[in-house]
């Protein structure tokens, strides 16, 4: 089985800066380098056959490229507990677009429509069941905007989960101009 989602990976720059907001929230299990990403559609656990099936059908989406800054900060919820901190991105329109394309490709490859609504972000922590204070956070970092970058392709990952939390591996790259690296799962 592999565990799969679809995401872009932003320039190393914009990271570099994500990366400088760590610290300072209580509990918070920080993001590395290696787990920034923007998920467009997470997969979950699929045979090699549908993995196959799905990286296919990624290879056919288009897309003009576009322009993408992350702007602003947030949390969300589970229950009223904080779970996770986040870098929101705008605009949003063109990434729910993408978005939709995806996930067409999903439902084509036999995997359910996504049931939750699409709101773009970045992962920056996430925490235990305990939750914590981000108000202090979230005040501080509100004003966060970096310079736009082009969004011209997405990766499909495979997400391996470990003692120190999941690991990341891109399996295939995809071009919306039709230009993709598509390697068998």
């Not at 997969?43 to 490229?65: K, M, Q, S």
């Not at 992962?123 to 204070?133: E, H, I, P, S």
């Amino acid at each position: 089985m592999h565990r799969l989602f679809i995401a872009i990976r932003p320039p190393a720059a914009i990271r570099a800066r994500l990366l400088s907001l760590a610290g300072g929230v209580e509990g918070a299990r920080w993001q590395d380098d290696e787990q920034l990403h923007l998920t467009l559609r997470f997969i979950g656990e699929v045979d090699r056959h549908r993995a196959n099936d799905l990286a296919d059908l990624l290879g056919a989406i288009r897309f003009t490229p576009f322009d993408v800054r992350i702007e602003g900060v947030g949390s969300f919820d589970r229950r009223g507990v904080v779970d996770t901190l986040w870098a929101g991105v705008q605009p949003r329109e063109p990434l729910a677009q993408l978005h939709r394309k995806v996930d067409r490709a999903c439902v084509r490859a036999g995997l359910g429509p996504e049931g939750r609504a699409y709101l773009p972000h970045i992962t920056l922590a996430r925490f235990g069941r305990r939750g914590t204070m981000v108000d202090g956070f979230l005040a501080v970092h509100a004003g966060l905007s970096t310079p736009a970058f082009r969004i011209d392709g997405f990766t499909l990952f495979e997400s391996r989960l470990g003692h120190n939390g999941a690991r990341y591996q891109a399996v295939a790259d995809y071009h919306g101009d039709g230009g993709d690296m598509c390697p068998a799962i």
